[in-house]
């Protein structure tokens, strides 16, 4: 049995059905660029988020970046953010000329509070939580300290649609938050996308206005601004995608609990929390991290059982790969954790029988039978 970390080809022919058709219907109507598949698609992911704005980008990093910019934050501001990240949100910080300040992680891998607190300067402005994995950070905890300190809150939730925290929808907590469309994320498209959920009316037209050349609503430019809309083609496939979305949080779900049920009690690997229902998080599994003795040895013996594992952002947080302008804080347990976390194949394509063939090598490598 072949089991790849992510199977393009195999995502493709099972959403054949409902996405070629729409493929179709829009290029037989040539609309290419801000046309109505887009606008409707941001009133659906609108309403699936519980926001008042989705406004579409080219991709999950231009999303960041424009709500940075649409926030204010402006050169020598102090952004926290945490060095487990992907290094798109770093990238965002310093090209609005802010100054990224890496903090630790907690134990659940998300950003630490307390670490965010220390990290506070004179000079911070914003805050940016990444919904880690498909599951929440402290956001009520965050958000509490952002108004105690005056920051502003930006979710980067590229990884986190569908999850939420006490029944609020994660993306929803700060001034905005960031979605990104790339083709293996929980909502993917066919190539580049993204996007910026907001509350504020005020961030959704700076947002409009940003991503169209500084464009208002009549054409007329009334600010500077820059060239990230979301394709409208790319917007239909989302739109025909977006149906699907809860069901594959579902199958996730229950592969996570399969792996949580099957791993059980081998003492060299720490899992996630298990999807129960009840609990105050309901996570939506864009990734299964883990944590693993012997990840090395491990991951060879996964690949000759024909099964992909990756490191999460090649195995380096932000920090290790010593880009100049970075403020860097006391990251040990970041540093602790990326010894020995990696990702085991999760998406809604995989079957009971290959997350069984995963759990049964594990246990096999770990004499755990
Ligand atoms: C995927 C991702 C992004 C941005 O992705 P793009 O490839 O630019 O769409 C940003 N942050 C995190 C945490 C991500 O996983």
Not at 139 to 155: H, P, Q, R, Y
Not at 218 to 231: A, C, Y
Request: aromatic share 8%; proline share 4%.
């Amino acid at each position: 049995m072949k089991i790849p970390f992510y199977d393009y080809a195999r995502m493709n022919a099972s959403e054949k059905e409902y996405v070629w058709p729409r493929l179709e219907d829009v290029l037989s109507r040539s609309d290419f660029i801000l046309r109505d598949d887009l606008a409707q698609f941001e009133i659906e992911l609108a309403k699936f988020i519980d926001a008042e704005e989705v406004v579409g980008v080219a991709n999950g990093t231009d999303a960041i970046w424009l709500a940075l910019i649409a926030a204010g934050v402006e050169p020598g501001d102090e952004v926290i953010i945490p060095s487990h990240t992907y290094i798109a949100t770093a990238d965002a910080v310093r090209f609005v000329g802010g100054i990224p300040v890496l903090v630790d992680c907690s134990d659940d891998h998300s950003i630490s509070p307390p670490a965010i607190e220390e990290a506070i300067s004179t000079k911070t402005r914003a805050v940016i939580p990444v919904n880690l994995n498909g599951h929440a950070c402290e956001l009520f905890t965050i958000s509490d300290l952002a108004k105690k300190n005056g920051l502003t809150v930006i979710e980067d939730n590229a990884q986190g649609l569908g999850a939420r925290l006490m029944g609020k929808s994660t993306g929803t907590f700060g001034i905005a938050s960031t979605l990104s469309f790339y083709p293996a994320k929980n909502l993917g498209c066919y190539g580049d996308g993204g996007a910026v959920v907001t509350n504020s009316t005020e961030i959704g037209k700076r947002i409009r206005q940003l991503r169209n050349h500084g464009r208002n609503d009549e054409g007329e430019v009334v600010t500077w601004g820059f060239n990230s809309r979301l394709d409208n083609l790319q917007a239909a496939i989302l739109s025909s995608k977006l149906l699907h979305l809860e069901s594959s949080i579902e199958k996730r779900r229950s592969l996570a609990s399969q792996y949580c049920e099957g791993l059980a009690g081998v003492e060299q690997i720490k899992l996630p929390a298990p999807p129960t229902q009840g609990t105050d998080y309901f996570d939506s599994f864009q990734n299964f991290e883990i944590e693993a003795e012997n990840r090395e040895e491990l991951r060879q013996h996964l690949t000759k059982d024909g099964i992909g594992t990756i490191l999460p952002w090649a195995g380096k947080a932000v920090h290790e790969f010593d880009l100049p302008g970075t403020k860097v804080m006391d990251l040990s347990n970041t540093n602790k954790i990326f010894k020995k976390i990696m990702l085991l194949p999760m998406n809604q394509y995989l079957t009971n029988d290959e997350v069984d063939a995963v759990i049964k090598s594990i246990r096999r490598f770990y004499r755990h039978e």
